[in-house]
Structure formats: C-alpha cells, structure tokens
C-alpha cells in the first residue's frame, strides 16, 4: 500500500476510535506516542482535542507556533476535510499557489454559528478556531460582516474555558488580523454574510 492511501486508511482508523470507543483517549495516546507523520499526528491531536485533552492541546498550539509544515498540513487537513481539497491523496499541504475556501468558509461558519458548536470541548473548538483563521492569515485576506461577528462571539466564548493566556492571546491577535488586512491583490473578496 502506498503513502497516501496508508493515510487515508490510517486517518480513518483515528476518525473511528476517536467516535466509537470507549477507551479513545488512552488508545489515541498510544498512537500519539509512535506517530511522526505530520498528517496523522495533526489527525490523532484532532481527535484527542475532541476528547478534552489539554495536553493535546498544548501540542498542537507548539506545533502551530513554531512548525510551518505542521500548520500547512492542519490548514490543507481543514480544506479537505469541507471539501476544497478533492484530488490527490494526503497529507494535504496548503501551500501557495493556495486553493480557494469558500466551501469551507461556508461551512466552518455555519459550524461556529450552531447551538451545538458550544457543546463541543473547549479544546477542539480553539483548534477549529485558529486553523480556520491561519486559512485567511497566509492569504492575507480579511473577513467582516456577519463572519467576523460569528468568529469574535466563537472566540469570546472561549474565554474562561481553561485555556492558556497565551492561547487565548493568539486567537485576539489572529481575529484583528484577518478583521483589519487587506487583500493581498486589490481583489475584493469578500465572505461577510
């Protein structure tokens, strides 16, 4: 079996312990502790999230901080997983020329903007959070209208969810950011609804 379908496969398995079993976050651990493949390690981290691990957690905010490769791959995994991304195989790396997301603009703010979005683990929603921001950050692209008001309310809930000053910090740096930068090209796109 080559690369890309062994990730398919594998991100699957993860996708499946992390939903059915009741012993996911020992077993996601597990895996965690043998795995160097940027996309299932962005994958397992996912599901732990899911799983309110704050030691996850802490991981993949290291990982986005100080690991450009690992942020390409949690962007690209975000785009293929809303349907941007349709061709190839993983890991999917956004990487300029960078695809386009309205699919998953469109359906990360419908997420943010469900009654059941709070209900999920503070941990996961942050992760959800900043990699949807990094989306617009390296396009240099910004956000208003309803999107932005349905991203700061999202951020704003986090808040006093147990989350680290400097977690907390980086997703009000990142939401001014894409609120206030042009877009790079002079094209006014725009996602405000």
């Known amino acids: 079996m080559g690369l890309g379908p062994r990730l398919t496969v594998c991100n699957l398995l993860v996708y499946l312990i992390s939903r059915t079993s009741p012993a996911a976050p020992e077993q996601l651990t597990a895996l965690l502790q043998r795995e160097r493949d940027e996309f299932l390690l962005s994958s397992i981290l996912w599901a732990l999230c899911h799983h309110e691990s704050d030691s996850a ?75 949807f921001m990094d989306i617009y950050l390296v396009r240099h692209e910004s956000i208003g209208g309803r999107s932005l008001s349905t991203l700061r309310a999202a ?39």
């Open 155 to 193: 951020t704003t809930a986090l808040s006093g969810q147990g989350l680290t000053s400097a977690m907390e910090e980086k997703l009000s740096e990142m939401l001014q950011a894409i609120s206030r930068r042009p877009i790079a090209d002079g094209c006014s796109t725009s996602f405000a609804g």
């Open 57 to 131: 957690l802490s991981r993949f905010f290291y990982l986005l901080q100080y690991d450009s490769a690992f942020r390409a791959c949690s962007r690209g995994y975000v785009l293929y997983y809303y349907g941007d991304v349709r061709a190839g195989r993983p890991p999917f790396l956004d990487l300029p020329p960078y695809p386009p997301h309205e699919r998953t603009t469109t359906r990360v703010l419908a997420m943010f903007e469900s009654t059941t979005f709070q209900a999920i683990p503070p941990q996961r929603r942050y992760v959800d959070l900043y990699t």
